[in-house]
C-alpha cells in the first residue's frame, strides 16, 4: 500500500480500500473515455498536417473528462482523494542520486558518468 499504510489501521485500511473500489467501479467508464480519448489525440497529433481545430477540441474534451474524474475522486474518496492516502502526492523517489538525464529518480549517486 505504499511507505505510509503503517500509520494506519487496520480499520482506517479497510475503509479506504473500500472507498477505493466504489470509486473505481464508478469511474470505469469515465476512464475507458479518457483512455479512448488519449488515443484519439495522439492519433490526430501524429498526422501529416495536423488539424489545429480537431487538437484543440480534443485537448479540451480531455480536460473535461479529467474534471469530472477529479470531481468524483473527491465526491468518493473525500479526504484521501489525493495521490494516495491523505493526498501526500508523489514525493521524491527512493535512491537518492541523480537518474538519467540529471532528473530524479530511482539512481544510486552520478556512477561512472560523474568522475
Known amino acids: ?28 467508464e469515465l476512464r475507458k473515455a479518457i483512455a479512448i480519448k488519449r488515443v484519439e489525440l495522439q492519433t490526430a497529433r501524429f498526422q501529416a498536417a495536423p488539424d489545429q481545430a480537431k ?6 474534451e480531455m ?21 494516495g492516502r491523505g493526498g501526500r502526492g508523489f514525493g521524491r523517489h527512493y535512491g537518492g542520486g541523480q537518474g538519467m538525464r540529471g532528473g530524479f529518480g530511482g539512481g544510486y549517486g552520478p556512477g561512472s558518468c560523474g568522475r
Open 1 to 28: 500500500m505504499g511507505p505510509y499504510a503503517n500509520a494506519q489501521t487496520p480499520e482506517q485500511i479497510k475503509a479506504y480500500q473500500e472507498k477505493l473500489a466504489k470509486f473505481m467501479t464508478a469511474t470505469a
Open 55 to 60: 487538437l484543440q477540441a480534443l485537448y479540451s
Open 63 to 83: 480536460v473535461d473528462l479529467r474534471a469530472q474524474l477529479a470531481k468524483k475522486r473527491i465526491e468518493i474518496l473525500g479526504a484521501d482523494a489525493g495521490f
